[in-house]
């Protein structure tokens, strides 16, 4: 059974804000990932999306380095720019400071294909967390 | 060599800030019960994790330290069954 997903009434991002989103395998930013992530989201709430985090004052990155994305050790950097200027959005999921990397017509294959194509830095995670196993 | 039991996307929360994966894509689904404990992720971004619920087929968790993991029981998890 579908979810309602909750979203909050926050201001839009501004264009030069940082969108981060931790690397799954060992390729980048993988276009299977990004598909499988909307997939799942579509699952869960009915709409395809790609959940990513959005540096603020209250959330710089350094936060997110040392908790939202403390187990990755790569991420993708996008700005609120990048993403919107290929004509995606950003929907204020969840609980701040997470989002869902969107496509208006609700269209995986643009969705994925878009998302993928926006210039984007791979970065090192310098507060990532490598557990014993 | 990382054993994943729970293959799942991290960077997913839910409205309460827990992760969500799959049921089905659990390597040993029956053992994904409400407070166990395994390990979610990919074998590049994984960590430990107490399973909070369980509903409609998806798994609701969130991740602990092996500290935290630890005080569930062992980390020492069974090989998985050969088909």
Known sequence: ?133 | MIYIDLPADLNLEDDQGRNVARLAEAVIPEAVTPEAVLVAGTPRAWSWAVVEAIEDGFVYFHQVSAREAAQHGSLVAPLPRSA
């Open chain 1, 1 to 133: 059974m579908v979810k309602t997903r909750a979203r909050r009434d926050d201001p839009a991002p501004r264009t030069g804000q940082r969108v981060l989103r931790g690397i799954l395998g060992e390729s980048g930013l993988d276009a299977g990932d990004l598909r499988q992530a909307a997939m799942l989201n579509a699952e869960l709430y009915g709409f395809y999306g790609v959940s990513v985090w959005v540096a603020d004052r209250d959330w710089p990155r350094e936060r997110l380095e040392a908790t939202k994305l403390v187990k990755f050790d790569r991420y993708a950097e996008f700005t609120v720019a990048s993403l919107t200027g290929r004509g995606l959005s950003l929907w204020a999921t969840g609980q701040r400071p997470h989002y869902d990397v969107v496509d208006e017509r609700n269209d995986l294959e643009s969705l994925v294909t878009l998302m993928a194509a926006t210039p984007h830095v791979i970065r090192d995670n310098p507060s990532v967390d490598r557990e014993e196993h």
